[in-house]
């Protein structure tokens, strides 16, 4: 059967080429290594990186007087979408590597945006984030790890877990305590840059996971990691800030970008087994239970891409949009995980053999529910919303550093 189309019908020509590309890579260098990454769980996947980093894609969003893309954040989901639809694990690689890349924009000093940025868009500079620890999770002001001042210098001791691309990241931007919550409250937490090769820092063992064979979300440990008062982010006390900005306005539509591909998958593997099973004088798929289920995947499906495309949409154009982010990432994972289940049942036992892809699949997609908040974290935001509790709504505070098309969008 011919393979499936997934372009948005409304993209400009602009955003057609972008995709013609993204899934050109993705079928010529991310699908033919799904294998090797499959059956090596234990390893940590570093040439793709390496390749995409090649392409510029990790600068998807940064401004061009710093040699980035200055593509926007729907080209950004849309390249996610392409690479997570031939690999959930190149896709969170992807993914990963574009979320710190927020707190240097938005917070970061000029001399650090001056040194870093161009560093990311050409790719010999690969991120990760580091704000989740192990008691803790994503109550960001309950976090341990802490980072005091010693003369013109800070120390930071403690740990953080889930980091992706662990790994391979050349700089970690670490959220660490500098002050207690009881005396500084929201102002108790601070972002630092640490290089990966500080005395001190300890990358744990990569550990396999349920999916995404290849990804690297592991632990990093900080024993006196020593750094200059240069690789503060922002100002003493901005963590909290820079942590929330960068889950909602990177870390939620990049997200839901790799759940959407995954859906996407799942849609077509579903379609092409049902369309090949003899039965009878047909197939499965001209049975009406079976198109009924059909049916309501592509419905899905259909929703799903809508509110992954529209809210990254108003992001570019400098619009209020928290609500439509976080909505999106919701409900990107909860349909994608119904889809998912739904195709499991259609394929019946075939879907349980580790040599067809609808497995993985189904255990990549469970990665994409507890990151930049879970299902009751964003149910309770929408709720704080509706019930006349906004919370600070980043996409109109930064909007100027956030936006694709407003006069001031290159003033990073």
């Not at 409304?10 to 290594?33: K, M």
């Not at 926007?72 to 031939?86: C, D, E, P, Y």
């Not at 959930?88 to 990963?96: K, S, T, V, Y």
């Not at 149910?379 to 550093?401: M, N």
């Amino acid at each position: 059967m011919p393979t499936m189309s997934f372009t948005t019908p409304d993209l400009t020509p602009d955003y057609d080429a972008l995709v013609q590309h993204f899934d050109e890579f993705a079928a010529a260098e991310v699908a033919p290594r799904v294998q090797r990454m499959e059956s090596s769980p234990h390893s940590v996947e570093r040439d793709l990186a390496l390749l995409m980093a090649e392409q510029g894609w990790f600068g998807a969003t940064i401004p061009r007087q710093y040699a980035g893309m200055h593509a926007g954040h729907l080209a950004k989901t849309l390249m996610i979408q392409s690479v997570s639809r031939a690999s959930g694990a190149a896709g969170a690689i992807l993914q990963a590597s574009q979320l710190p890349i927020s707190m240097i924009i938005h917070f970061g000093s000029d001399e650090q945006k001056a040194l870093l940025l161009p560093q990311i868009s050409s790719g010999d500079t690969l991120l990760s984030i580091a704000v989740t620890e192990e008691e803790t999770g994503s109550h960001v002001l309950g976090m341990e790890t802490t980072a005091r001042r010693d003369g013109s210098d800070w120390i930071i001791d403690g740990s953080k877990v889930h980091i992706g691309n662990s790994h391979i990241a050349h700089i970690h931007c670490v959220v660490a305590r500098t002050a207690s919550a009881e005396t500084a409250g929201s102002r108790a937490l601070t972002a630092f840059l640490v290089e990966h090769d500080r005395d001190g820092l300890t990358v744990e063992r990569h550990q396999p996971a349920l999916g995404l064979h290849g990804f690297s979300f592991g632990k990093l440990t900080f024993d006196g990691v020593r750094i200059p008062e240069a690789n503060v982010i922002g100002e003493v006390g901005d963590g909290k800030d820079i942590a929330y900005s960068s889950s909602i306005l990177y870390g939620r539509p990049n997200l839901a970008a790799v759940s959407l591909g995954i859906h996407e998958a799942i849609m077509e593997c579903a379609a092409s087994f049902l369309e090949g099973r003899r039965r009878y004088n047909g197939t499965l798929a001209d049975l009406p239970v079976l198109r009924d289920r059909i049916g309501a995947m592509k419905s899905r499906l259909m929703a799903c891409r809508e509110l992954a495309h529209q809210a990254v949409h108003m992001l570019d154009h400098g619009q209020s949009c928290d609500g439509e982010l976080i909505n999106s990432k919701y409900l990107n994972h909860k349909w994608a995980v119904e889809s998912g289940q739904d195709a499991m049942e259609l394929h019946g036992a075939h879907a349980l053999r580790t040599d067809y892809p609808l497995q993985r699949l189904w255990r990549d997609v469970q990665h994409t529910y507890s990151p930049a908040g879970t299902g009751e974290v964003q149910r309770q935001r929408l709720a704080e919303t509706e019930l006349g509790e906004p919370p600070v709504q980043w996409s109109e505070r930064l909007a100027a550093k956030t936006s694709l098309f407003l006069p001031t969008s290159t003033d990073a």
